[in-house]
Structure formats: structure tokens, C-alpha cells
């Protein structure tokens, strides 16, 4: 309510500037035209009174009308153009305070949505842990061996969970750094193949299909990074997609680049979302309302880590439904590999 009251008090006192320059502008002009006609009859009178003129036409046709005349001009036009400056400053002024509120605002619900979020997926995961070695620990002589070891797998995949939640917001803060990537020649395919077996147990029940196109070249990057960017895209069309969620990965080579597309059938994104869902913390909806999991660090690290990948990533919509990410990366050549194998070894 305060912030309210803060921004219609600025945009009243702007809008107040505003018209005062107008006002201002426009007695500037009348004063200006008193003063140009008080010269007039000034010059007419003293004129007249050497005998240079006989009747006031031979005035308007004098050179000390025509210089009146230009420097009323003159003056004019600074008046209009002081007025053009001071108008189109206000304004820009407004523009650029506006813009800065909407940002202010924007970054203080990120960062609350950020809050509420690490704080559940912080929690959650130590629950479970928690949960779980009390189990064992108070129970634990009365649990069969099968009990024991589903309990021991729950905390497990719970401390892998907060493992990733961890890593995620490191690699976030050292990707706006001086981060340095082991850059060597990847098998993209084999990359994404391994992603999506590992994926596929952890996920029985969704349907991720793989379809690489044949004869497909080599890029030149970092194994954990690409690595990390394909188990976000396929972690975010599962997590976005309704129960059994269906992905379909495809791997292309078109001209120079290799394209990857994560194309699932879950709910979309709406346009204005595809403008800000690669920004650091940002997720879709409110904290409040959003029953999905996350920190909203995965696209943001993917996009950088693609970024630092010399390559490009977009967001399209699926047809029927759903959303489709798009990943290009630049081809490297035999002798760029051979090259790049040489410095490895060496």
C-alpha cells in the first residue's frame, strides 16, 4: 500500500512538472509576442520620426522589420524546442522510473517465490531423511529386511535430492563468474542416451523416447555441463507434464549445428512466461498457488550453460499441447576435434 502511495505521488508531482512546462511555454510565447510587437511600434514610432518611413505598409517592407521579424523567429523556435527537450525529458524520466518499479516489483516477488520455494525443497528432503532414520532407529529390530531397505532407499534418492538442490544453486552463483569448462569432443547422442536410460528408471511410469537422426557429427564441450542441461530440460517436461507424461527428445544435424529438441505434452507456457523463464529464480504462477517442485534455477542454468556453449536455446509451443525446447551448438570439424584431442592428451 506504502509502494502504492510512493508511485502516485511521483507520477502526480511528473505530471505537475509536465503541465508547468507547458504553462511555462506558453507565457514564454506571449511574452514574447508582447515584447516583438512592443519593438514593432517601437521602431515604427522612431521611423516615422526620422522621415524614413511615410505610412506603416513601408515598415513591413523595411530591413528593420525583416530583422525584427527573424529574431522573433529565432526565439521562437528555442522556446519550442527548449519546451520539446524539457517534455521529452520528463517523460523519459517517468518512463524510466516506471520501468524500474516494474523491476523492483518483479525482482521482490522472485525473490520471495525463491524464499517460499528453497525453503519447502530444503525441508522436504530432510523430512524424509529425518523420517526415515527415526523409522530404522526406533523400529528398526521390528522392520522385515525389505521394509528396511525401501527406507534406506527413500532417504537416499531424499539426499540425492538435496544433493541437486545444492549443486543447482552453486553452479548458479559460480556460472555468473569465472566459471572454466573441460571442453573436449562430446557424442551428443550417446550423451542424450545415457541421460535417458538414467531418466527412464527413475521415472518408470512416463514414456521418454529418444529418435537421433543417423550420421550425426561431434561438439566440442563440456561433459557434466551438457550432461547437467539435458537432465534439466527432461526433470522440467516431466515435472510440467500430466501423469503418464510423455517426452520425445529428438537429435538432428542441420547445416553447422547440432539440434536437440525436448518436446513434451504437459501443460505449455504462455507468451508472456516465454519471456522471463530463463531468468534466474522466475517460475511460472505463484509460490503461493504452484504445487509443482523446484527452485526456479533449472532454465536459468541451462541457458547459461548453453550461452557458454558458443550455442542457442529458444521455447516454442508443442502441437497439440505442450512446450518445446530448442538447443543448437556449433558442429566442430575433423581437424578441430583432432586438434582438441591433441591439447586433452597433452
Given at each position: 500500500?506504502?509502494?502504492?502511495q510512493?508511485?502516485?505521488?511521483?507520477?502526480?508531482?511528473?505530471?505537475?512538472?509536465?503541465?508547468?512546462?507547458?504553462?511555462?511555454?506558453?507565457?514564454?510565447?506571449?511574452?514574447?509576442?508582447?515584447?516583438?510587437?512592443?519593438?514593432?511600434?517601437?521602431?515604427?514610432?522612431?521611423?516615422?520620426?526620422?522621415?524614413?518611413?511615410?505610412?506603416p505598409?513601408?515598415?513591413?517592407?523595411?530591413?528593420?522589420?525583416?530583422?525584427?521579424?527573424?529574431?522573433?523567429?529565432k526565439?521562437?523556435?528555442?522556446?519550442?524546442?527548449?519546451?520539446?527537450?524539457?517534455s521529452?525529458?520528463?517523460?523519459?524520466?517517468?518512463?524510466?522510473?516506471?520501468?524500474?518499479?516494474?523491476?523492483?516489483?518483479?525482482s521482490?516477488?522472485?525473490?520471495?517465490?525463491?524464499?517460499?520455494?528453497?525453503?519447502?525443497?530444503?525441508?522436504?528432503?530432510?523430512a524424509?531423511?529425518?523420517?526415515?532414520?527415526?523409522?530404522?532407529?526406533?523400529?528398526?529390530?521390528?522392520?522385515?529386511?525389505d521394509?528396511?531397505?525401501?527406507?534406506?532407499?527413500?532417504?537416499?534418492k531424499?539426499?540425492?535430492?538435496?544433493?541437486?538442490?545444492?549443486?543447482?544453486?552453486?553452479?548458479?552463483?559460480?556460472l555468473?563468474?569465472?566459471?572454466?569448462?573441460?571442453?573436449?569432443?562430446?557424442?551428443?547422442e550417446e550423451?542424450?542416451?545415457?541421460?535417458?536410460?538414467?531418466?527412464?528408471?527413475?521415472?518408470?511410469?512416463?514414456?521418454?523416447?529418444?529418435?537421433?537422426?543417423?550420421?550425426?557429427?561431434?561438439?566440442?564441450?563440456?561433459?557434466?555441463a551438457?550432461?547437467?542441461?539435458?537432465?534439466?530440460?527432461?526433470?522440467?517436461?516431466?515435472?510440467?507434464?500430466?501423469?503418464?507424461?510423455?517426452?520425445?527428445?529428438?537429435?538432428?544435424?542441420?547445416?553447422?549445428?547440432m539440434?536437440?529438441?525436448?518436446?513434451?505434452?504437459?501443460?505449455?507456457?504462455?507468451?508472456?512466461?516465454?519471456?522471463?523463464?530463463?531468468?534466474?529464480?522466475?517460475?511460472?504462477?505463484?509460490?503461493?498457488?504452484?504445487?509443482?517442485?523446484?527452485?526456479?534455477?533449472?532454465l536459468?542454468?541451462?541457458k547459461?550453460?548453453?550461452?557458454?556453449?558458443?550455442g542457442?536455446?529458444?521455447?516454442?509451443?508443442?502441437?497439440?499441447?505442450?512446450?518445446?525446447?530448442?538447443?543448437?551448438l556449433p558442429?566442430?570439424?575433423?581437424?578441430?576435434?583432432?586438434?582438441?584431442?591433441?591439447?586433452?592428451?597433452?
Amino acid at each position: 500500500m506504502q509502494n502504492r502511495q510512493l508511485r502516485f505521488l511521483t507520477y502526480f508531482i511528473m505530471g505537475y512538472m509536465l503541465l508547468a512546462f507547458v504553462w511555462w511555454s506558453f507565457l514564454l510565447f506571449t511574452k514574447n509576442r508582447d515584447a516583438f510587437q512592443a519593438k514593432i511600434e517601437l521602431q515604427q514610432i522612431g521611423m516615422a520620426a526620422e522621415g524614413v518611413i511615410k505610412s506603416p505598409m513601408d515598415f513591413y517592407v523595411s530591413d528593420r522589420y525583416q530583422e525584427l521579424m527573424s529574431a522573433y523567429r529565432k526565439q521562437e523556435r528555442m522556446i519550442m524546442g527548449e519546451t520539446i527537450f524539457l517534455s521529452l525529458s520528463l517523460l523519459a524520466g517517468i518512463y524510466v522510473i516506471y520501468r524500474g518499479y516494474r523491476r523492483e516489483v518483479a525482482s521482490s516477488r522472485q525473490q520471495r517465490n525463491f524464499l517460499l520455494s528453497i525453503t519447502h525443497e530444503l525441508k522436504s528432503p530432510l523430512a524424509g531423511i529425518r523420517l526415515a532414520l527415526e523409522t530404522i532407529a526406533k523400529r528398526g529390530d521390528q522392520l522385515s529386511l525389505d521394509k528396511r531397505q525401501m527406507l534406506s532407499q527413500r532417504g537416499i534418492k531424499e539426499a540425492d535430492r538435496l544433493n541437486k538442490l545444492v549443486e543447482d544453486l552453486l553452479l548458479s552463483a559460480r556460472l555468473e563468474s569465472a566459471y572454466q569448462f573441460h571442453q573436449e569432443p562430446l557424442d551428443l547422442e550417446e550423451l542424450v542416451e545415457r541421460v535417458v536410460l538414467q531418466q527412464s528408471q527413475q521415472n518408470p511410469e512416463a514414456a521418454i523416447e529418444f529418435l537421433p537422426d543417423a550420421f550425426l557429427g561431434r561438439v566440442s564441450g563440456d561433459r557434466q555441463a551438457l550432461t547437467s542441461v539435458i537432465i534439466n530440460l527432461i526433470e522440467n517436461a516431466l515435472k510440467y507434464s500430466s501423469s503418464p507424461a510423455k517426452v520425445t527428445i529428438r537429435l538432428r544435424q542441420q547445416d553447422k549445428m547440432m539440434c536437440l529438441e525436448v518436446a513434451d505434452q504437459g501443460i505449455g507456457i504462455s507468451a508472456q512466461d516465454k519471456k522471463q523463464v530463463f531468468e534466474k529464480f522466475y517460475r511460472v504462477g505463484s509460490e503461493d498457488t504452484r504445487k509443482t517442485k523446484g527452485t526456479g534455477l533449472g532454465l536459468f542454468i541451462v541457458k547459461e550453460l548453453i550461452k557458454a556453449h558458443h550455442g542457442t536455446i529458444k521455447v516454442t509451443d508443442n502441437q497439440p499441447q505442450g512446450t518445446v525446447f530448442a538447443i543448437s551448438l556449433p558442429i566442430i570439424t575433423k581437424k578441430e576435434e583432432e586438434l582438441s584431442s591433441t591439447m586433452a592428451s597433452s
